[in-house]
């Protein structure tokens, strides 16, 4: 028993090295970035304007994801000044359990959006659940409701098709890509330009991308399999 164990260890960490090495490599090709731009990409010609921007919160606030999703949701609203505002994201169990929602908001009032546009939906845990919810609020009808979500890339292709397996007729898309630096303004010159730029920077980038598109192909694997998209 205990050989077998031990052998089991040993199959485990040799797969784990092929697959960090694998990864590895695939870092110094396009190949993350395609991947990863795949997701952001799906239902993202607008037909219309939208009658509803969904902004699901992400991690919270202040972060990265929740930061730069209300930065292109207040673009989206701006852009579209009839459309309401719904800003998805579980409210805390503290003393105040609205602070990360109000923060969102804030953000999106500090940027031009009026905020009588916006409402909140507190209570979902994750996509499927806030698409439901977001269905029964009675200021949406969801029979011929146009809706426009933005979200990080990674997860664009996930959210389209929960909504639209919840019942919501036009689902669009706004990715929130991040916008890179100008690469003559990182400061490598010469021959070695291009290598430290894809060393320092693409590398690291791209292994992220993995990381992200990872996860995110196994959050797209269970929503199969309970049927939510």
Same mark, same amino acid.
């Given at each position: 028993?205990?050989?077998?164990? &031990?052998?089991?260890?040993?199959?485990?960490?040799?797969?784990?090295? %092929?697959?960090?090495?694998?990864?590895?490599?695939?870092?110094?090709?396009?190949?993350?970035?395609?991947?990863?731009?795949?997701?952001?990409? &799906?239902?993202?010609?607008?037909?219309?304007?939208? @009658? %509803?921007?969904?902004?699901?919160?992400?991690?919270?606030?202040?972060?990265? @994801?929740?930061?730069?999703?209300?930065?292109?949701?207040?673009?989206?609203?701006?852009?579209?000044? @009839?459309?309401?505002?719904?800003?998805?994201?579980?409210?805390?169990?503290?003393?105040?359990?609205?602070?990360q929602l109000n923060l969102m908001?804030?953000?999106?009032?500090?940027?031009g959006v009026d905020s009588t546009?916006?409402?909140?939906?507190?209570?979902?845990?994750?996509?499927?659940?806030?698409?439901?919810?977001?269905?029964?609020?009675?200021?949406?009808?969801?029979? @011929?409701?146009?809706?426009?979500?933005?979200?990080?890339?990674?997860?664009?292709?996930?959210?389209?098709?929960?909504?639209?397996?919840?019942?919501?007729?036009? %689902?669009?898309?706004?990715?929130?890509?991040?916008?890179?630096?100008?690469?003559?303004?990182?400061?490598?010159?010469?021959?070695?330009?291009?290598?430290?730029?894809?060393?320092?920077?693409?590398?690291?980038?791209?292994?992220?991308?993995?990381?992200?598109?990872?996860?995110?192909? %196994?959050?797209?694997?269970?929503?199969?399999?309970?049927?939510?998209?």
């Amino acid at each position: 028993m205990k050989r077998a164990i &031990v052998k089991i260890v040993k199959w485990f960490f040799c797969l784990g090295g %092929v697959l960090a090495f694998v990864l590895l490599l695939l870092s110094f090709t396009d190949i993350p970035y395609y991947a990863y731009h795949g997701l952001g990409i &799906v239902n993202s010609e607008l037909k219309g304007n939208p @009658d %509803v921007i969904v902004i699901p919160g992400g991690s919270g606030m202040p972060c990265a @994801d929740g930061l730069i999703r209300t930065y292109y949701g207040a673009i989206a609203a701006n852009h579209f000044p @009839d459309a309401r505002i719904i800003i998805a994201l579980p409210y805390d169990t503290g003393v105040d359990s609205l602070l990360q929602l109000n923060l969102m908001a804030r953000e999106l009032i500090l940027k031009g959006v009026d905020s009588t546009r916006i409402a909140f939906e507190p209570l979902g845990f994750n996509t499927w659940s806030q698409a439901i919810n977001i269905g029964k609020m009675p200021e949406v009808d969801k029979s @011929d409701l146009s809706i426009l979500i933005v979200t990080s890339p990674e997860h664009v292709y996930r959210a389209v098709k929960t909504y639209e397996k919840a019942g919501f007729p036009r %689902v669009f898309s706004m990715a929130a890509f991040e916008k890179p630096i100008d690469e003559e303004k990182l400061g490598s010159k010469g021959k070695m330009k291009g290598l430290n730029l894809s060393v320092r920077y693409n590398m690291w980038s791209y292994l992220n991308y993995e990381l992200l598109v990872l996860k995110e192909y %196994v959050a797209i694997v269970y929503y199969k399999l309970k049927g939510w998209i």
